[in-house]
Nanobody, 117 residues
Framework: VQLQASGGGLVQAGGSLRLSCAARGRTNYIMGWFRQAPGKEREFVATITVNRGTTYYADVVKGRFTISRDNAKNMVYLQMNNLKPEDTAVYYC?????????????WGQGTLVTVSS
């Protein structure tokens, strides 16, 4: 499967962005969003299962971010609300299990999110 993230950009603190992840190929995978800020390790943001759409979030984004998927369109989304400067990072989508980025594969190119204060 090939993944490509898009939708990043520059937004002021308190604003919103919606990231998209387009999948090509086999798509019946658990999908996750991760992010990596400059000089920091890649970190878990959210994940969603295939059929029931069960979601899991990192504590730092819980209540602000929403992950969703449209299996018919092979798309996964990350709605980000009330953005904070500390959310600034390159965001990636990938397939895998759990919250450890090392357990994920098929990393797409990331999309940069910059939140200004």
């Amino acid at each position: 499967v090939q993944l490509q993230a898009s939708g990043g950009g520059l937004v002021q603190a308190g604003g919103s962005l919606r990231l998209s992840c387009a999948a090509r190929g086999r798509t019946n995978y658990i999908m996750g969003w991760f992010r990596q800020a400059p000089g920091k390790e890649r970190e878990f943001v959210a994940t969603i299962t295939v059929n029931r759409g069960t979601t899991y979030y990192a504590d730092v984004v819980k209540g602000r971010f929403t992950i969703s998927r449209d299996n018919a369109k092979n798309m996964v989304y990350l709605q980000m609300n009330n953005l904070k400067p500390e959310d600034t990072a390159v965001y990636y989508c990938a397939t895998g299990v759990g919250s450890n980025w090392r357990e994920y594969q098929n990393w797409g190119q990331g999309t940069l999110v910059t939140v200004s204060s």
